[in-house]
């Protein structure tokens, strides 16, 4: 009996320390309701606030344009709102399939199983390559793991990530909101290598060697004068564009902005003398 009543006791104090753990089963026909704290795959579930899903969004400048993908998607309240809100298209991908059935009820209650759906799966295997902007509230080491993939998506993509970082990938921005914070990244293109580089106009062509350094977003090099290796001046790169100024041998600085795309890039220059042209680069 004194065991009993100990083994009885010892449950009752696991119930006051893990209330959730007890309820998360639901009772025959009665709804799947979340509970706040329960385990899934790789992280238990907390939901997002609501002003911080709408900072993420807004972040990212969802349009309807948008094909919005959130990794972990809980109960739907970021994937419902990208397309209630703004008008998206949205899949949210989440392991559970009891949360992930639930979340696609929470789609239809709200009108937007047109533009919205949950899909029960799990994030390292289901492709989200298509999505032009990434949410998703993880672990630090579930960014990290997920980075290889996500660097390697379209030039441009832009990420969003609730409380956590990438390491050291630098986000482009940080918001704060009552203590909550939301990171935001736009996936560079690869311009790391050697480049040679044409300039036309004025009634000149010009070809150099252009050699890029690379981390993450942000870039460095220099250009063949000769002798001379001509550091970059305000190399940066955002997603698909670049843009870079160097000082010739002429004492003449010129500005270019342009477009990557794969092995490519062009775009246009202005240089300080008055001379405009064009420039394209083809990777070595």
């Known amino acids: 009996m004194h065991l009993l009543r100990l083994a009885a006791a010892s ?32 992280v238990i579930w907390v939901p997002t606030p ?11 400048q969802v349009t309807p344009n948008d094909y919005v993908i959130d990794l972990g998607a809980g109960d739907g309240k970021i994937a419902i709102a990208a397309a209630k809100n703004y008008g998206a298209r949205s899949m949210g991908i989440e392991f559970n399939p009891e949360m992930a059935k639930h979340a696609q009820g929470n789609a239809e209650k709200a009108g937007v199983t047109a533009r919205a759906r949950i899909v029960q799966g799990d994030i390292f295997v289901t492709d989200f390559t298509q999505a032009t902007v990434l949410t998703m509230y993880l672990l630090p080491a579930l960014n990290l793991k997920l980075r290889p993939q996500i660097l390697a998506m379209r030039p441009g993509t832009r990420v969003v990530s609730h409380s956590f970082t990438m390491d ?15 990171y935001f990244w736009v996936v560079p293109a690869n311009v790391m290598g050697a480049w040679m580089l044409e300039l036309t106009g004025g009634g000149a062509s010009e070809k150099l060697e252009l050699t890029l350094e690379q981390r993450f977003q942000k870039i460095e090099g220099n250009l063949a004068l000769g002798a001379t290796q001509a ?20 004492s003449v600085r010129r500005d270019l902005a342009g477009r990557v795309s794969g092995g490519r890039m062009e775009g246009g220059f202005r240089a300080d003398n008055g001379t405009e042209g064009r420039w394209s680069a083809t990777k070595k």
């Open 168 to 182: 050291d990938w630098e986000a482009d921005e940080t918001s704060s909101m009552d203590g909550r914070r939301a």
């Open 50 to 60: 609501d002003e911080v899903v709408d900072r993420m969004l807004r972040m990212a």
């Open 11 to 42: 449950l009752a104090a696991l119930l006051l320390v893990f209330p959730a753990a007890a309820q998360q089963k639901p009772k025959p026909n009665q709804a799947y309701e979340p509970q706040v704290g329960q385990a899934g795959k790789d």
């Open 231 to 250: 550091g970059l001046r305000e190399a940066r790169l955002r997603g698909f564009n670049i843009a870079f100024s160097y000082v010739d041998g002429k």
